[in-house]
């Protein structure tokens, strides 16, 4: 060889500002700034690798310091253009930052910053990587970046922009080097292919370019290795898959139809062939995640879109269509998830191919993984207090549809008698091994407690409630409403009680008591067969304050004269017990023994004793 091989990406690095592959907004910011004569003292290029920052900065470089310039187009034959073109200027100085990280390293800079140029226009200093430089370096520079001398221009070049101070950004003029598009990759790699006789498909070239994430050198370096594969037969898509150890479309899309249509048996064994041929477990998931994207762009966007975004041909656009009308969208994301989630595991295991076949048996799974997901998710939202419904689509088995929590009413437990009647009960009960069973509450249509109830005005149904218990012709009955009972609503269509008692409540709900209750509703209201509901209290129930005062007679339009009518006596206590039902007593006592419990006689008082406390104001004492 008598001539030393220059690799591609140096033999084709740009050398004016035009040949730069895109960062159109950045070419014309310079472009203006060079034309205009405003020239600033510190610039900072930063983006990813391969976009063209150092490129650029030389290209910079070159068009303040050629003979001819400040010029946009530098002729490229004066000495400090060739200078810079062979990377030994005099002038323009280059600093590797990751090499040069001390502070010793920047005082030594800034000792040569003062002296004048040599036989050029300005003394540049391009520091490349300057995020490697350590926190004493930077505030080293600081000074000078802030008061630079006259003909001294300072370029920084970085990746990682965020690690660089801020006052050093603060005084520099910022250029963001974005990512450089696939098309435009592949039209600067066909050019090259063109001028270097490479044989290559564009298919080939449009695989290189997504390969390299947006970097113009990482794909010229590809295209330089891909090159000494150049025959009579054009180089492909599968050269470049051997090449990087990727895997075809076709064996990938085999493999995801497995995984589609839940055959593990069959993914496990094109698995163990894409192993077998070399590649590594990661790589796979890899492969296989960037072909699920893919199908997902494929099945969320349009065709012209999704192939301007996956770069594919019409071909392989179309199988990926057939396929996406066999899964859903929710059925991607959930694979995309599982396989990002399973190369993190492969990076940080010690058996990668153990790991990888129980990430392909789990994804191919994919029926019963899904559903299993959505019972999940409605699991934890029930757990959380929320309400789920269930698709009627669906059928998850051993799945509820729908599950509403619900306020239940509390047990009504029966009345305690006295232990001498008891006794006495027990005696005339044949003795079994069966342990009787509490009565259940019989609740019909017009006696079932309601979940809430709005209030009537307090005085109104205070003077109600007062001509309601004076209809009640039971003393007993009356004296039990009085203590027990409040009203929350008496109107027409409905009445509706509150029994802060659970022994009266049951009474006036399927006891002996609930005709007489009815009776004295109608009769107040004047209808039949009145609404009544009795319930046990409730937080939002609006209750009238205050004792309530029971006229003595029902109201009645007032006469021509008035009379002054006889005042009623009260009912003495023998009229009272004899009011009392013998058949409610012999229940009452089979109550009491069916339940077992005993309560105080203070506790809980028959309704006898309840109403001779109220007409007298008395109390019982024990």
């Not at 009623?568 to 339940?595: F, G, R, T």
């Amino acid at each position: 060889m008598n001539e030393k091989y220059i690799p591609l990406y140096r033999k084709y690095r740009p050398q004016t500002l035009e040949q730069v592959v895109g960062q159109e907004h950045i070419k014309k910011a310079l472009a203006n700034a060079i034309a205009m004569d405003k020239i600033s003292h510190a610039y900072l290029f930063t983006g990813p690798r391969g976009t063209g920052k150092t490129s650029t900065a030389r290209i910079f470089a070159k068009s303040l310091n050629c003979v001819n310039g400040p010029t946009i187009t530098p002729c490229g034959e004066c000495e400090n253009c060739r200078d810079i073109t062979n990377s030994v200027p005099m002038d323009v100085i280059e600093i590797d930052a990751a090499s040069n990280r001390k502070v010793e390293d920047a005082q030594n800079i800034l000792e040569k910053v003062m002296y004048a140029p040599v036989n050029s226009r300005y003394k540049i200093y391009i520091i490349d990587e300057v995020h490697m430089l350590s926190s004493t370096a930077f505030n080293a520079l600081l000074k000078t970046l802030e008061e630079p001398p006259k003909n001294v221009i300072f370029i920084l070049a970085t990746t990682e922009v965020h690690k660089v101070l801020d006052t050093i950004k603060s005084r520099c003029q910022r250029f963001d080097f974005r990512r450089i598009t696939t098309s435009d990759i592949v039209k600067h790699l066909r050019y090259i292919s063109d001028c270097e006789k490479i044989n290559i498909t564009d298919d080939a070239l449009s695989t290189i370019a997504k390969n390299s994430a947006g970097g113009m050198r990482d794909s010229i370096a590809l295209l330089d290795q891909l090159s000494v594969l150049s025959s009579e037969n054009a180089i492909t898509t599968d050269d470049i898959n051997a090449l990087l150890g990727r895997i075809s479309f076709d064996l990938l899309h085999e493999l995801s139809e497995c995984i589609i249509s839940s055959n593990q048996g069959k993914a496990v064994e094109i698995l163990e062939k894409i192993y077998n041929s070399g590649n590594e477990p990661v790589q796979i998931l890899q492969n296989l995640l960037d072909y699920l994207k893919n199908l997902l762009i494929v099945k969320t966007c349009a065709n012209e879109i999704a192939i301007e975004i996956t770069q594919l041909n019409d071909a392989q656009i179309k199988e990926l269509s057939a396929q996406a009308q066999n899964v859903e969208v929710h059925q991607i994301v959930s694979l995309t998830d599982k396989c990002a989630n399973y190369i993190k595991d492969l990076k940080s295991t010690n058996n990668p191919r153990l790991w990888l076949e129980i990430a392909m048996v789990d994804m191919a799974n994919l029926t019963e993984n899904t559903n299993l997901e959505a019972l999940q998710a409605r699991l934890s939202a029930l757990e959380g207090g929320g309400v789920v419904s269930m698709p009627k689509s669906e059928s998850i088995p051993h799945a509820r549809p729908k599950i509403v929590e619900q306020k239940s009413s509390p047990v009504v437990s029966e009345p305690v008698k006295p232990v001498a009647e008891t006794l006495v009960k027990k005696e005339e009960v044949p003795q079994t091994n069966e342990i009787p069973a509490k009565p259940e509450i019989q609740q019909n249509d017009e006696f079932s407690p309601m979940p809430k109830a709005k209030a009537s005005s307090g005085d109104d149904i205070s003077v109600m409630w007062g001509n309601l218990l004076a209809n009640v012709p039971s003393a007993p009955t009356q004296a039990l409403l009085k203590q027990w009972a409040k009203p929350v609503k008496i109107a027409s269509d409905e009445v509706i009680l509150t029994v802060k008692n659970e022994i009266y409540l049951q009474k006036l709900v399927s006891g002996s008591k609930k005709a007489v209750l009815q009776k004295a509703v109608d009769d107040l209201l004047g209808q039949s067969n009145t609404k009544i509901t009795v319930r046990l209290p409730q937080p939002d129930d609006v209750l009238p304050q205050g004792n309530v005062t029971i006229p003595k007679s029902n109201p009645a339009p007032p006469p021509v004269k008035k009379a002054e009518k006889p005042k009623e006596a009260a009912p003495s206590l023998d009229e009272i017990k004899a009011e009392m039902d013998d058949n409610e007593a012999q229940d009452d006592v089979a109550d009491s023994a069916s339940d077992g419990k005993l309560a105080k006689f203070s506790d809980i008082h028959s309704d006898t004793v309840n109403m001779v406390m109220d007409l007298f104001d008395g109390k019982v004492i024990d």
